[in-house]
């Protein structure tokens, strides 16, 4: 049984966002490329060379609508989500692909998916900025301990510093005693106490980037379309003060050494994954 390859993967991630992309044209859902996939689209033109997946991120409104329809219609591909999937344990959903099967050895994934693309809602948090960074750092442990708790082991990151790893290794321990369902709950509520389209500073709460992840809300509120493997998708028109405030100097490509995916997973077609077993 072979690997796939990963422009195999990103074949298949890049159909899957086609497919989104249809949906919320027809229905105008408002999102954006976000994180690594948009420096990807601004930088590349598609893909970082190196990595393998899609991040979106939507209003929190429109995130909902957009689950909504998905439980309700056959999209061609799976949903997950905390709102509508038993056993999910995630802040953001996942749309994906039903022909391919993902391993993963250091992470519970919950359920049998396969290659997927991330759906990460854009939270409000309130008028003022100050408030706004209290607001975010309220469920900071809280977020950090369920991203410990889908370990089924302690690793070293790949992408941070050393100096983190006790810090890492003490979630982890913390992380074992935890009810995840109860707490995912708690922490989906909390981040969605402020109204979106009233506040003025908003954030993808369960982002990777921490307090990098806030911004005006207005940056969420007006896009335009960017250029990615050939396709025109949808993007914040800021994309660059969302960019350098994630990455800094962002069309500077990292050094060699770190020209590597971070993520652990390898992947499969279904169909042979299932003869094997």
Known sequence: MEELELQEVQRVALDLLIEF?????????RYSLGGGTLLGAIRHGGFIPWDD???????RPDYEKFID????HDCGFDCLSL?????YFDLFSRLSDRSTQIIDETKDLDHQIGVTIDIFPIDGLGADKNEALKRFNNSRLKRELLVAAKWKTYFRSKTRSWLVEPVRFGLFLMSRFINKEKLYKEVDRLCQQYDFETSEFAACISGVYREKEIMPTSTFKNY?????????FDS??????????????????????????HHSATFYWREEWQEKE
Do not use: Q, W
């Not at 992309?21 to 859902?29: G, P, Q, T, V, Y």
């Not at 997946?53 to 209003?59: A, F, G, K, T």
């Open 21 to 29: 992309d249809k949906i919320c044209k027809a229905h105008s859902f």
């Open 53 to 59: 997946d899609i991040d979106l991120m939507m209003p």
């Open 69 to 72: 329809y998905c439980h309700d």
């Open 83 to 87: 709102k509508y999937t038993d056993h």
């Open 224 to 232: 335009t379309s960017v250029n990615f493997e050939e396709y025109e």
């Open 236 to 261: 914040i028109a800021e994309y660059d003060a969302y960019l350098t405030k994630h990455y800094g100097d962002y069309m500077t490509l990292p050094s060699k050494e770190k020209r590597v995916s």
